[in-house]
């Protein structure tokens, strides 16, 4: 049994995920006949309580594909340090829409309103043009944090006084969802643009849609295909989306007890220095400075058990569909007996 905690994206279609698919009517994308994404789209794009909604193949091109129609080159993004679209994305911003990121110090990724209102530049010629925030929820490197519905509310408002666009990358939003009393819906409203993805915590094997108002849409759809992101027969993909939307949305919360439960274990652990606190599926940990991370990581697995190095000290677990109870007995045994000097 090889258990995977290296990323919640690892896990495979289930049976009835894979029934769903083969069942999907299909007709070409790119011509605008694609039944099953068609669906995938009006329901995603309603439940957002917004106009309309792009199906992409990952949530590194519905974040570009936002920034890309948001901002002009020269541009400046506001966003966390932490922010996937800087530090994982390839520079991504740069290259495909010639702006750049002004990096905000947030509280474990969440950005305040002061810190927007004070890095937005005046517009003399020689300052960069603020045109775009981008915020994450749940926040990835940031250990899986979550924002309320009141901080995003308010960011949403001095991003209308003040005139910029605000995108939302939700790659993991249903699992701040279920942690929260908010809805997709009240989310919706409060930005431009909502990133969510299909292949994370629901399970689906590929997809990401965009959210917005359909003008956006419609310039949206243009840059997926610059992009390369056009697809033909797409709806066996979005059939697995629509059945993760439907059947893999509440379980999210088995995920974040079986982390928490991890992360009790690992505070017990002598050869760790610290946990990021765990707020839904994410956990981060740094081991102590005489323990090599790669030593760690091998020794795990060889013990059948895959994680990722995340910079330094530091190492990440991430919980999902396929990650069981059984398991998660597994790991915690497997962490308890490793000793290190
Ligand atoms: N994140 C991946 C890696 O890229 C780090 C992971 O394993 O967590 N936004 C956020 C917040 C993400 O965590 C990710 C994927 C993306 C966007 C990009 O999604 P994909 O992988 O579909 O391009």
Known sequence: MIIDLRSDTVTKPTKEMLDAMMQAEVGDDVFGEEPTVNALEKKVAAMFGKEAALFCPSGTMTNQIAIKVHTQPGDEVLCDVTAHIYNYEGGGMASNSGVQAKLLQGDRGRISVEQVKQNINPSYDWLTNTSLVCIENTGNRAGGSY??????????????????????????????????????????PLFDSVSICLSKGLGAPVGSLLVGDREFITKARRVRKVFGGGMRQAGYLAAAGIYALDHHVDRLNEDH????????????????????PVDTNIVIFNLKSSVSPDS???SLSEQGIKAAGFGQQAIRFVTHLDFTDDMLMKVEETLKNMTWK
């Open 296 to 298: 760690f990581l091998t």
């Open 147 to 188: 924002y309320s519905l009141q901080q995003m509310k308010e960011l949403s408002e001095v991003c209308k006084s003040y005139k910029l666009n605000f995108h939302l990358d939700g790659a993991r939003i249903f699992n701040a969802i279920v942690e929260n009393d908010y809805t997709p819906a009240d989310i919706g």
């Open 257 to 276: 007890h079986r982390a928490k439960h991890l992360s009790e274990v690992l505070s017990k652990l002598s050869y760790v220095d610290s946990i990021l």
